[in-house]
């Protein structure tokens, strides 16, 4: 019998227990250890999905449950080093957000909801960041750009890959 392979870190497991005494119970630990596990390999396998109920003595159907409910989780493959978020809400759209998301993937070379063949960057719709007064606007990371324009996409994309370049 072939051993499975172990997908959570000890720094995996060390941030999600820290988390435990926050919570009332193993269960509601389940979105936030998603997290943990999201944030440090950009996706959370089926792997880490089993290794996560075990931690939290919950099935993995439970585990997988929380996962899908949440659009935010990619499971199949990782996402981006970089994923942009850009609205499209009714303030956003009024000024041009829709625009901006197509500029962004043609210059891309992708479509919304994909990543680039280098892994650099995921764009993503998102219908709403809740910064109306400077839209149009995109959440990168934990970087809000506001008042985008087709210019500021451009010095975006450019600085994505000369970070992760």
Known sequence: MIANRKVLTDDMLARIEA????????????????????????HVPLDAVVEIAELLDLAP?????????????????????????V??????????????LDHL???AGIKPGETTADGNITIEPAECLGACDFAPCMLAGNDLHKDLT???ADAFLESVGRQNG
Do not use: W
């Not at 988390?19 to 950009?42: F, G, I, M, N, W």
């Not at 439970?62 to 499971?75: G, N």
């Not at 609205?87 to 901006?100: H, M, P």
């Open 19 to 42: 988390l435990a005494s926050r919570y009332p119970t193993k269960q509601a630990l389940t979105l936030p250890a998603l997290h943990v596990v999201h944030d440090e390999l950009r």
């Open 61 to 85: 159907a439970e585990v997988q449950d929380t996962l899908t409910f949440y659009q935010f989780f990619y499971q199949e493959k990782p996402h981006g080093k970089v994923r942009a978020f």
């Open 87 to 100: 609205c499209r809400s009714i303030s956003c759209a009024l000024r041009g957000g829709e625009q901006v």
């Open 105 to 107: 993937c043609e210059k």
């Open 150 to 152: 087709p210019e500021k």
